[in-house]
């Protein structure tokens, strides 16, 4: 069963999709604060997670838009096993 924290964050920025991947809600709020508005984080699923500018400046503060995008994560029920497909 995959845990909240085995959950990979996808940093999305809109003009060039998905631009990296990471485990740490911390750093994918340091990448999606480097990006600018508009940029975004996501999980596996596509719930939108954090939106750079929508939801602030994640860069004022790394944990607490890592505390955002686990409270989203808990009350989307990322919980579940979700299984993958590497489109490599």
């Known amino acids: 069963m995959t845990t909240i924290n085995d959950m990979p964050f996808y940093v999305c920025d809109f003009e060039r999709g998905c631009v990296g991947r990471t485990r740490e809600a911390e750093e994918a709020a340091m990448l ?52 993958m497909v590497h489109r490599g």
Request: charged share 15%; with cysteine.
């Open 32 to 83: 999606v604060s480097c990006l600018g508005d508009d940029a975004s984080v996501q999980n596996a699923a596509g719930m939108l997670l954090w939106s750079q500018g929508l939801d602030g400046d994640a860069g004022e503060s790394y944990d607490h838009a890592a505390e955002v995008m686990y409270t989203r994560l808990q009350a989307g029920g990322a919980k579940m096993t979700i299984t």
